[in-house]
Nanobody, 125 residues
Framework: VQLQASGGGSVQAGGSLKLSCAAS????????LSWFRQAPGKERDFVAA????????DYAFSVKGRFTMSRDNAKRTAFLQMNNMKPEDTGVYFC???????????????????WGQGTQVTVSS
């Protein structure tokens, strides 16, 4: 599967953005997905994860209640709605996918074999 992340941009604190992760291929529903982000000079961190059917979503504590991850398997696209954004949300956002059978969701970079190219998000105070 190939992933294409989009929707990044610059917003002020308190604003909103919606990221999209579009996938190629016909078996999008076989993949569990996650969003990660990487601030300048820092490690790539987990943001949100979703199961194959979208029935369960896991969030990092720092974004819980502000971000919403979803997916539309018919459109082969995952989304990350980001509300009440903070300057610390700044970074490059990556979507990731994998189809390992025994994994339903993951926060671990090592569990993902497919990555999008990243989209820049900048939140100013």
């Amino acid at each position: 599967v190939q992933l294409q992340a989009s929707g990044g941009g610059s917003v002020q604190a308190g604003g909103s953005l919606k990221l999209s992760c579009a996938a190629s291929g016909r078996t999008f529903g076989n993949y569990f997905l996650s969003w990660f982000r990487q601030a300048p000079g820092k490690e790539r961190d987990f943001v949100a994860a979703i199961t194959r059917n979208g029935g369960y979503v896991d969030y990092a504590f720092s974004v819980k209640g502000r971000f919403t991850m979803s997916r539309d398997n018919a459109k082969r696209t995952a989304f990350l709605q980001m509300n009440n954004m903070k300057p610390e949300d700044t970074g490059v956002y990556f979507c990731a996918a994998d189809s390992t059978e025994y994994i339903t969701t993951s926060r671990r970079i090592i569990d993902f074999g497919y990555w999008g190219q990243g989209t820049q998000v900048t939140v100013s105070s």
